[in-house]
């Protein structure tokens, strides 16, 4: 039996994702921040450990503990939403942290028991967002279309050790938390610049024209994961939900 190991299932696509690799009988290493155990059904094929993807310690706690990992999802991120002028550069460094240097470091953290068995897969959670320009994303865009390009780089080296690896880009998906968190973290930091308020208006005017359909749901996520994980013919990119699949035709 195949063992999935992913990072951020306290809430959101990761939750989701931990789901859908249960119910489809594999071993699921859920990992959290703070671990929640009862968050997930109890099951025999459930392991919850915490991880922080920021602390190397963690993430070598988190691998001793899980034993052989044959999937690895790269799901946890932080988003931002403002104006270059309106991010200080400790929530750029934050998001790279996590978004970026995160999944870099879960990689080289897996790498060594995937290239030794000549088996694994890795998918890595970015976002359509990297596939089309849009204002007030341009830090958060830059920490996802690193992961895109290390992605693309590091797939080539891989398949000599017969590793696959994949990213999947969902589109916007409101009810996960991730737009909460990442309000949050505005107002503590005083919100938009008032310099760019038109600017705010015409991104806020265009989700609310986005009608509910058009929209990614975090089952849509866990689908697009679970191709990757294991079709071995699926593309490197794989666009998640409605609005990722129609930017990426
Ligand atoms: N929702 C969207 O519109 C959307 C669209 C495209 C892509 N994405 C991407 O999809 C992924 C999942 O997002 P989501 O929408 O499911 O948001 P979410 O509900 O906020 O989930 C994000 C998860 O990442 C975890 N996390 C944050 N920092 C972490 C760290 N340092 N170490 C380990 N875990 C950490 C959070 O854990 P805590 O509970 O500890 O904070 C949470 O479990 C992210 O990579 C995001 O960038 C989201």
Redesign the pocket.
Known sequence: MKTVLI??????????IASFFLAQGWKVVA????PHQDLLPPSQNLKILA?????PESIHAALDAAGPVGVLVN?????WLNAVEGTSMETARDLF???TL?TIAMTQAVLPQMRERQEGVIVN?????TLKPLPLLSV?TAS?AAVNAFTESAALELEAFNVRVRIV??????Q??????ARSRLQKQGGFPEAYSSVVAGVFASWEKQSESAL?Q?GD?AEAVWRAATDPSSPLRIPAGAD?EALAS
């Open positions: 990072t951020g299932c306290s809430s959101g696509f990761g939750l989701e990992t959290m921040r703070t991880l922080d993807v920021t602390s799901n946890a991120g932080i988003g942290e996590t978004n995160g959670v970015t976002s359509s967002v958060y996802k880009l969902p589109g916007r998906a409101p996960t938390r991730f737009g909460d968190t990614t975090p996520v990722a």
